[in-house]
């Protein structure tokens, strides 16, 4: 079936280094994906998305990379901060239902 | 509020017991959806709504699960004779669209079965 899925469930970064956090997709015909941020007791908090007529994107400190020839996603962030420490997941648009990964830890080293 | 609302955020009940898990979309928002989270997984897709109305419910894992929006705002998830498999943490997302780009998820209700 239609899955969405990340090739690492942890990733220890140094403070101040970047992140590049990776997500593979399986359906072709996705148009919408979206990174998600989740923090320990709190719901997932939307990051950035992108759309399948993009290859890049660009936010505060983040950046989404699509390549659909390889049906992969990656998540970049600069400059990582204590505060970013959470399980990160990449979704996929099917018609209204998002397909979740199972996420990556992200893990800041002092 | 400015947020999505749910309650309670934590429930512990005995195996068997009916529970119901509220959530309060941000206002004037079309689309709601319920998740469930098991410990370390992404969310999975249980049902949808549309203002009132209930337009899939193909993600509910048995018919323990019920989910109403009689007034097109507030929902309740609702779980008759829990089981252990219950135990997980419950999601709910409104969208102002109907599509689902922009959602916005509660904190959840992590439900524990003992």
């Known amino acids: 079936g239609e899955s969405v899925g990340l090739h690492l469930p942890t990733l220890s970064v140094q403070e101040g280094d970047n992140s590049i956090i990776n997500c593979a997709y399986s359906?072709?015909?996705?148009?919408?994906f979206i990174w998600y941020k989740q923090e320990s007791g709190k719901g997932p908090q939307f990051i950035i998305d992108i759309r399948s007529n993009m290859d890049k994107r660009q936010g505060q400190r983040v950046t989404v990379l699509l390549n659909k020839t390889v049906k992969h996603l990656s998540l970049q962030i600069a400059a990582t901060q204590p505060g970013d420490s959470a399980v990160y997941f990449c979704?996929?648009?099917?018609?209204?239902?998002?397909?979740w990964g199972a996420g990556t830890k992200l893990i800041i080293k002092p | 509020g400015a947020g999505v609302s749910q309650s309670p955020r934590y429930k512990v009940a005995k195996r068997g017991q009916d529970v119901a898990l509220r959530c309060d979309p941000i206002?004037?928002?079309?689309?709601l959806f319920w998740y469930q989270q098991a410990l370390g997984q992404g969310p999975e897709f249980l049902t949808y709504f549309q203002n009132e109305a209930q337009l899939d419910k193909s993600g509910l894992p048995s018919d323990r699960f019920f989910a109403e929006r009689p007034e097109g705002s507030v929902s309740t998830l609702k779980i008759q004779r829990t089981q252990q498999e219950d135990s997980a943490v419950y999601l709910c997302a409104s969208s102002l669209s109907t599509k689902n780009y922009g959602y916005t998820f509660g904190s959840g209700t992590r439900l524990t079965v003992v």
């Open positions: 979704a996929e648009n099917s018609n209204y239902q998002l397909i």
């Open positions: 206002s004037g928002h079309v689309s």
């Open positions: 359906n072709s015909a996705s148009d919408y």
